[in-house]
T-cell receptor, first 114, second 114 residues
Framework: KAGVTQTPRYLIKTRGQQVTLSCSPI?????VSWYQQTPGQGLQFLFE???????NKGNFPGRFSGRQFSNSRSEMNVSTLELGDSALYLC?????????????FGPGTRLLVL | AQSVTQLDSQVPVFEEAPVELRCNYS??????LFWYVQYPNQGLQLLLK??????LVESINGFEAEFNKSQTSFHLRKPSVHISDTAEYFC????????????FGTGTRLLVSP
């Protein structure tokens, strides 16, 4: 079974632009979560989606948004990019909702904001 | 709110030596506990998790971790490490609310040398 895929793998943007990252979960998985990984702040939770509904959101500004489609694929969008948004963005999927569920992570999208 | 502390940012060790990576957590509610491993330029992979029951949990590649409720710890151990174990290890918790928000520690880089 194919793992979690994320596109693109690498991205370079300039300040003020917006960006959309895509995540395809493991087939059959209905829950998708997003995390931001930076050297300074480490791994931080962005949001969680299940059945096209956002169930939980981390402490990030409104410039960060996401959505989930009926096929469980998910996208996250960052508007008005800032230098501090440079990070590795990780998507994770799980079979069902629930804190005990194992989350399977994709390889990430590395975003560089210049 | 939960927090996770991994006191050792880097642990150097020789091949075939034992290793322990420390993890302590703080939470006002019961939590599930996880160890993830990240190899260079890859996403996170689950090593093992504690949900309930036996406080000693094992992974398929020789790692084990013991949940100690009184000390709020979940230290990761391996009796004999290999060069291929060189990676970054993250301890994480999620609470019993049902949401899949993982709170991660800052990570410990395990460096195994010949």
């Amino acid at each position: 079974k194919a793992g979690v895929t994320q596109t693109p793998r690498y991205l370079i943007k300039t300040r003020g632009q917006q960006v959309t990252l895509s995540c395809s979960p493991i087939s059959g998985h209905r829950s998708v979560s997003w995390y931001q990984q930076t050297p300074g702040q480490g791994l931080q939770f962005l949001f969680e989606y299940f059945s096209e509904t956002q169930r939980n959101k981390g402490n990030f500004p409104g410039r960060f948004s996401g959505r989930q489609f009926s096929n469980s694929r998910s996208e996250m969008n960052v508007s008005t990019l800032e230098l501090g948004d440079s990070a590795l963005y990780l998507c994770a999927s799980s079979l069902a909702q629930g804190a005990q569920e194992t989350q399977y992570f994709g390889p990430g999208t590395r975003l560089l904001v210049l | 709110a939960q927090s996770v502390t991994q006191l050792d940012s880097q642990v150097p060790v020789f091949e075939e030596a034992p290793v322990e990576l420390r993890c302590n957590y703080s939470s006002s509610v019961s939590v599930y506990l996880f160890w993830y491993v990240q190899y260079p330029n890859q996403g996170l992979q689950l090593l093992l998790k504690y949900l309930s029951g036996s406080t000693l949990v094992e992974s398929i590649n020789g790692f084990e971790a013991e949940f100690n409720k009184s000390q709020t710890s979940f230290h990761l151990r391996k009796p004999s490490v290999h060069i291929s174990d060189t990676a970054e290890y993250f301890c994480a918790v999620s609470d019993y609310t049902g949401f899949q928000k993982l709170v991660f520690g800052t990570g410990t880089r395990l460096l195994v040398s010949p």
